[in-house]
């Protein structure tokens, strides 16, 4: 297996870029930080006790729901 490089990674997202990068798109023209009062105010729950780990950003997670219902569009198009 090939070692990875110091500039494998910006070179691989380079490469998506030229492509055609949905999520890069989508970041463009879209102004997330907007969706997090919004969200934060929907999802916010009480802590339960000292201790747990910290909750996933509630943007980043937005963010996973709209590709997944892109793509999910998307594969049952190509069908």
């Given at each position: 297996?090939?070692?990875?490089?110091?500039?494998?990674?910006?070179?691989?997202?380079?490469?998506?870029?030229?492509?055609?990068?949905?999520?890069?798109?989508l970041n463009k023209k879209?102004?997330?930080?907007?969706?997090?009062?919004?969200?934060?105010?929907?999802?916010?729950?009480?802590?339960?006790?000292?201790?747990?780990?910290?909750?996933?950003?509630?943007?980043?997670?937005?963010?996973?729901?709209?590709?997944?219902?892109?793509?999910?569009?998307?594969?049952?198009?190509?069908?």
């Amino acid at each position: 297996m090939k070692e990875r490089g110091l500039f494998d990674e910006e070179e691989r997202l380079n490469i998506l870029s030229k492509l055609g990068d949905n999520l890069e798109t989508l970041n463009k023209k879209i102004n997330w930080e907007l969706f997090r009062p919004i969200l934060k105010k929907a999802l916010k729950k009480e802590a339960k006790g000292l201790g747990g780990r910290p909750a996933y950003d509630y943007v980043m997670m937005f963010k996973i729901i709209i590709l997944q219902r892109l793509y999910s569009a998307y594969f049952r198009q190509c069908r």
